[in-house]
């Protein structure tokens, strides 16, 4: 898998908002999210990542399809946008070292069907604190929709593998992100 870490110094993401979910508070916000209805693996990686032991939280996804160029012309792709939550807000520089961590375990995946962009972008809490989140993107090719989404699907299971690793050692305090 082909992996991208970028620090995004733009507009940034929101964290607060009426429209957010908190799927922590009320996992059953679940349903109300299109995405996860429809795909059960992305519904798996939201619940994982939002779990109480889990120490992301996630405050936006999105699935789509777009169209590409060459023999794999169709691409699927999703986007969820997430936070490190130990309890107090993680500097850009914590925020790279998880991503590029997170790069290291996704690039261990063969292929290039399949590739992730990792975005460090500014954050907007709720109380207007400032931090920053990270926003996963993946995009998988296909010359087909159903191959593309099946590829995007396979992409996942390793995008939540990766992030699982990455929260035990965390919770183990192997990782160091202070």
Same mark, same amino acid.
């Given at each position: 898998m082909r992996v991208i870490v970028t620090s995004d110094s733009g507009q940034g993401c929101s964290v607060a908002g009426p429209e957010r979910l908190d799927?922590?508070?009320?996992?059953?916000?679940?349903?109300r999210i299109d995405a996860a209805r429809r795909y059960p693996a992305f519904?798996?990686? !939201?619940?994982?990542?939002?779990?109480?032991?889990?120490?992301?939280?996630? &405050?936006?996804?999105?699935?789509?399809?777009?169209? @590409?160029? @060459?023999?794999?012309?169709?691409? &699927?792709?999703?986007?969820?946008?997430?936070v490190i939550s130990q309890g107090e807000r993680l500097s850009r520089a914590q925020y790279h070292e998880m991503a590029t961590r997170?790069? @290291?375990?996704?690039?261990?995946?063969?292929?290039?069907?399949?590739?992730?962009? !990792?975005?460090?972008?500014?954050?907007?809490?709720?109380?207007?604190?400032?931090?920053?989140?990270?926003?996963?993107? !993946? &995009?998988?090719?296909?010359?087909?929709?159903?191959?593309a989404q099946l590829r995007w699907s396979l992409g996942l299971v390793r995008v939540q593998q990766a992030l699982l690793f990455l929260a035990r050692a965390i919770r183990q305090n192997r990782v160091s992100i202070e």
């Amino acid at each position: 898998m082909r992996v991208i870490v970028t620090s995004d110094s733009g507009q940034g993401c929101s964290v607060a908002g009426p429209e957010r979910l908190d799927l922590r508070e009320e996992p059953a916000g679940i349903d109300r999210i299109d995405a996860a209805r429809r795909y059960p693996a992305f519904r798996g990686l !939201l619940l994982n990542l939002n779990s109480d032991e889990s120490p992301f939280t996630t &405050f936006g996804c999105k699935v789509w399809t777009e169209d @590409g160029e @060459g023999a794999e012309p169709i691409v &699927f792709a999703s986007r969820i946008d997430l936070v490190i939550s130990q309890g107090e807000r993680l500097s850009r520089a914590q925020y790279h070292e998880m991503a590029t961590r997170l790069a @290291g375990l996704l690039e261990r995946e063969a292929g290039d069907a399949v590739r992730a962009e !990792l975005h460090i972008s500014p954050a907007q809490f709720t109380g207007g604190f400032e931090g920053f989140c990270l926003r996963l993107l !993946l &995009f998988a090719r296909g010359a087909a929709q159903d191959q593309a989404q099946l590829r995007w699907s396979l992409g996942l299971v390793r995008v939540q593998q990766a992030l699982l690793f990455l929260a035990r050692a965390i919770r183990q305090n192997r990782v160091s992100i202070e």
